[in-house]
């Protein structure tokens, strides 16, 4: 199978973006990565649920493995971002466990 063949069918299926963003939130959970890969999963179930709304016909967002790529990648970054600043913030407006 050629190499372009490839890339121009896997990236477009929802179901291995899902799969992918189980796998990994599921990785997370249980390695405990920081919330890194928890980021890189929700940012993959995020790329699935544009891919599923694009097979179904609602619109055409992506034409080539580049740009789902590059998608992904940026998606992966904001919820990095997003994540580590709701972590962050949680903790200041609660009561430490720990002060007596």
Known sequence: ?????????????????????????????LIGMEFFVLSVGVAAFMISGLLW?????????????????LCFAVL???????????FQNSGKNGRDINEY
């Open 53 to 69: 709304t694009q097979h179904h016909g609602l619109f055409e967002l992506f034409e080539s493995w580049r740009q789902i790529a």
């Open 1 to 29: 199978m050629d190499i372009d063949a490839l890339f121009s069918i896997w990236p477009f299926s929802p179901e291995l973006w899902f799969t992918l963003a189980v796998v990994l939130i599921i990785a997370d959970v």
């Open 76 to 86: 992966s970054l904001a919820s990095i971002a997003l994540i580590k600043w709701m």
